[in-house]
């Protein structure tokens, strides 16, 4: 499989080289200062690998790391050995001493640089690996119920004398439910996608999390009314950084998943202040999570084992969209289940943006 790698924004290419050259400095200047404790100046060629490895670290690709091997050594030989500003290879020892350091530059620079590409490539195939995985789980649950919803139209439209009215509304209803479980699989595969990369940048507002739960408690009732749904909040007004369209579907995910999985009566919805992270919590009276699932409960290829009549509602994807949602937020996600019974998730979310961009 062949990798291409794309061609780097100027402004990435610019910093790389301000980072080049500022270790450049900073090590000539370190060396002029000890140079005044320590006029012998053994210390100088090392400093300058120092500096050659720091820049094969904090830059991509070769260029950077191989130029500041070239100007180390120019300039251990011509600012920082005597006689100073001036070119001497004829001093014994120094042409080796030199050509040593220039190719340990080298080498250290071209293998930081090559771990690093490694380690790009291994992420990439691992995103291909989770999307072919993700495709292999979703190829199912979207049959299921396509065939469900043409199973139940063509019973009505080739039966409809026979049918009684209440028969005809349970296959509209069995349909319309089949509907609305297909549009919110297509709204996770679409966050997925949205999610798709580890650095996916998220639009930010501050919203009131009081607020984001009575939304997402409105829309749960409508659709379960038979499950009873008690919002916890503080007394204080929360304002969180978020988008608030994703952080509801992450909400109504994990609230869907305790109505669907947990066979619950009850949910508690619950949103608190913890230092500088704000916790969000859904708990349910159900049955919990089994144990097995519990170290894979994330995972977009984990399918529901709570229940074998329903398989074809894909715990994992849900979960795994929340997941990558709540991540993308700079926050985290836990799942466990409760003492009292039930099964409890949890995420934070940053009360305060983070400067350097969530990740």
């Known amino acids: 499989m062949l990798h291409h790698f794309p061609k780097r924004p100027r402004q990435a290419v610019l910093r790389d080289w301000l980072i080049t050259l500022g270790l450049l400095l900073l090590c000539c200047g370190l060396s002029s200062l000890l140079l005044m404790v320590d006029s012998s100046g053994g210390f100088i060629s090392m400093l300058f690998v120092l500096a050659v490895v720091l820049t094969a670290r904090l830059t991509e690709g070769y260029i950077f790391g191989v130029a500041a091997s070239f100007v180390g050594v120019i300039c251990v030989n011509y600012v920082f050995t005597y006689p100073y500003w001036e070119f001497n290879f004829t001093i014994s020892g120094y042409p080796l001493t030199f050509l040593t350091m220039f190719t340990v530059s080298l080498i250290v620079s071209a293998l930081t640089s090559q771990i690093k590409r490694q380690e790009q490539l291994r992420v990439e195939t691992d ?9 292999r789980a ?18 009505i439209l080739e039966n409809e004398a026979r049918l009684e009215p209440d028969q005809k509304t349970a296959l509209l209803r069995n349909v ?9 699989m297509v709204e996770n595969l679409l966050s997925i996608t949205r999610m798709g990369d580890d650095d996916a940048h998220i639009d930010k507002e501050l919203e009131a999390a009081e607020e984001v739960l009575a939304s997402v408690s409105g829309k749960f009732q409508q659709r379960f009314p038979g499950v009873r749904l008690e919002l916890a909040v503080p007394q204080e007004l929360l304002f969180i950084p978020m988008d608030a369209i994703l952080i509801e579907q992450v909400l109504m995910n994990l609230l869907e998943n305790a109505a669907y999985h947990g066979h619950c009566t009850l949910i508690r919805l619950s ?14 009276n159900g049955a919990g999570i089994p144990e097995d699932v519990l170290p894979d409960i994330f995972s977009p290829a984990l399918r529901s084992r709570t229940c074998a009549s329903d398989n074809r509602r894909n715990m994992g994807i849900g979960l795994s969209v929340c997941s990558s949602i709540v991540k993308a937020h700079g926050g985290a996600m836990s799942a466990a289940n409760a003492e009292a019974g039930g099964a ?16």
């Open 127 to 135: 995103r291909e690996a989770m999307r072919a995985n993700l495709l």
């Open 138 to 155: 979703v190829s199912h649950d979207l049959r299921t119920p396509l065939t469900s919803i043409v199973g139940s139209t063509s019973a």
């Open 176 to 184: 319309r439910d089949e509907a609305q479980w297909l549009i919110r």
């Open 271 to 284: 949103v608190n202040r913890q230092e500088d992270v704000a916790a969000f919590t859904v708990q349910d």
């Open 344 to 359: 409890v998730f949890c995420f934070t979310l940053p009360m305060e943006e983070n400067k350097e961009g969530d990740r």
